[in-house]
């Protein structure tokens, strides 16, 4: 349950980063997504449901501050979530490179996902300098963030899940029985 409480509280931090503070220090017209981190990284991290659970928040607030349409970027980051879920399997606590590499395809996902969604049915077809110049650097630029609230999230794990200390003598007593 601490869990669930401390990762509503950092959406609602990242989110609120990310609509206030991020537009001010955007690069090349764009900003990092803090909340395709945090989905990425809670899927990655815990599991598929736990990323259900934050992709869904996520993209409740996304869609309630930005979209006309509620719905869009709610499936967008619980399909994130989900995906990440699923590749929990490959999650090591030391190994950074796997968890860069999920917010990077996460991030270059969404970006399709919310083209297709917002522009392509709009018969919107320049998906290439979409590509170029908006998802790229946006993924980017998620990356380099991702670095640092990625290590945060597995930090505070440690703090509110310490891992708990197996005796000796009772490992010794299992395997003598």
Known sequence: MKRFISMFFLIVIGFLLQTTVFPHIQLLNVIPNLLIVLTAASGFMWGRKFGLFTGFLCGGLMDCMYNDVIGI????????GYINGIANKLY?????????????ISDLLYGILYYICMFLMRGRLNM?????????????????????IYKFIHWLDGKLYPPEEVSLDHEENKLFS
């Not at 970027?73 to 994130?80: G, L």
């Not at 300098?129 to 640092?148: C, K, R």
């Open 128 to 148: 290439i300098s979409y590509f170029l110049n908006i998802m790229v650097p946006e993924a980017i630029y998620t990356i380099i963030f991702g670095i640092f």
């Open 73 to 80: 970027c709610i499936f967008i980051f619980v399909v994130i």
């Open 92 to 104: 090591f606590e030391d190994d950074l490179s796997i968890p860069l590499a999920a917010i990077a």
